[in-house]
């Protein structure tokens, strides 16, 4: 069974940073692509950032420069650094695993950026 568990949620003052951290059970080169979605209530979830297992990496608009997607050495967790953060940063934010069409969802982390 694959599962991903997200960390590192809270809540952080507008200007402030955090540290997403998503262990997963397999080596992250197992996925063809990682990656960051969030929602919003009454929003579709969106892609924040992913990383390929070639390491090709891509970004939303709204938060290039500001975030940056990782992975560790061990190559089981994946991270997503988080800085310049600014409310509409406020959601709840999922790790994505994807290989060989399928997908694979972590529970989620809350993230509130207050103003």
């Known amino acids: 069974q694959v599962q991903l568990v997200e960390s ?5 003052q507008a200007g402030g ?3 997403l951290s998503c262990a997963a059970s397999r080596t992250i080169f197992w ?5 960051w979605y969030r929602q919003t ?3 579709q979830r ?6 390929s297992s ?18 560790d050495s061990a190559k089981t967790t994946v991270y997503l650094q988080m800085n310049g953060l600014k409310p509409e940063d406020t959601a709840v934010y999922y790790c994505n695993g994807q290989r060989l ?3 694979y969802w972590g529970q989620g982390t809350q993230v509130t950026v207050s103003s």
């Open 54 to 71: 070639g390491s090709i990496t891509n970004y939303a608009d709204a938060v290039k420069g500001r975030f940056t997607i990782s992975r």
């Open 101 to 103: 069409g399928y997908q």
């Open 31 to 35: 996925f063809n692509t990682m990656g």
């Open 46 to 51: 969106e892609l924040v950032a992913s990383i």
């Open 41 to 43: 209530p009454g929003k």
């Open 17 to 19: 940073s955090l540290r």
């Open 8 to 12: 590192g949620g809270g809540l952080v």
